[in-house]
């Protein structure tokens, strides 16, 4: 779909897109096949898409995918999703707000693939609630704000790292990215835009029942940036546990939480659980 096709289809059905619900829609065909390059898909593949909009990725992911399911949360968009896309069997189009459609449908996404255009007003809660499912996703390949991109992909020690760095990361490993002008999308966005990939790790930092508690320290380790971690953790867990488990992690007592890697969490979070 070209982006004179879209104005088009806009103005037919007399549509005005609506800012809050992040609805600048990617119309470039060369950034949406590189989004699919991304996926790396398989023609056994299930795919799971947020926020297809008028469906210009989604006609790409069909092609490559044996099924797709894609959540719309614009009521005015479904009918002309089902009615350009009728001829595809392979497509399940639900209409939902994503977000609490997902925490209201829980189920297994092992084998699965997110990859999708993520409306950035919810991005962020949308990928830490599919990362921290029972089962979640093999890969994710999503368009986001490109400071919240940084962010994911965010190495210890520098300004970007925090909470969703570490809640991401525990499960999946970031592996590529890439910019997206402002230009490919309509209308165009005031901030910048980048499509990171995500793999799921297939070695675990940490087994599925330590991740609570994992995230019940970083969310404490992290609360105040300014403050050193062991003071911040000290409110909740005994003093000589916590320097035990600081010795046995690797972890300098006097150390901030953001020059702490997501694999040192892992094992104070393993230290701390015994």
């Not at 990215?177 to 930092?205: M, Q």
Request: hydrophobic content about 45%.
């Amino acid at each position: 779909m070209t982006l004179t096709e879209m104005k088009q289809v806009l103005r037919q059905h007399d549509l005005r897109l609506t800012k809050s619900l992040g609805q600048n829609f990617l119309h470039d065909g060369n950034q949406l096949r590189k989004i699919v390059a991304a996926a790396e898909l398989r023609a056994d593949d299930t795919v799971l898409e947020i926020g297809p909009g008028l469906g210009p990725l989604t006609e790409l992911l069909l092609k490559g995918a044996a099924k797709v399911l894609a959540i719309e949360k614009d009521a005015r968009l479904v009918p002309l999703l089902r009615e350009r896309l009728s001829a595809a069997t392979s497509l399940e189009l639900v209409e939902a707000d994503a977000l609490e459609w997902l925490r209201s449908e829980p189920r297994s996404w092992a084998g699965w693939k997110l990859v999708a255009n993520l409306p950035y007003s919810v991005g962020s809660p949308i990928l830490v609630e599919l990362a921290q499912a029972k089962q979640p996703p093999d890969r994710l390949v999503v368009t986001l704000q490109w400071e919240v991109v940084r962010r994911i992909k965010a190495a210890p020690a520098t300004d970007d790292y925090g909470l969703l760095t570490l809640l991401l990361q525990l499960r999946y490993e970031p592996t590529d990215w890439f910019r997206i002008p402002a230009s490919c999308f309509f209308p165009p966005p005031d901030i910048d835009s980048a499509c990171v990939t995500l793999v799921r790790r297939t070695r675990p930092f940490l087994e599925a029942s330590l991740e609570s508690r994992f995230e019940k320290i970083v969310r404490r380790a992290i609360s105040q940036r300014r403050k050193q971690m062991f003071k911040l953790l000290r409110e909740d867990w005994p003093v000589e546990l916590l320097t035990d488990g600081f010795r046995a992690a690797a972890i300098p007592p006097n150390v901030r939480a953001e020059s702490v890697s997501v694999e040192q969490f892992a094992l104070l979070t393993k230290f701390l659980a015994r």
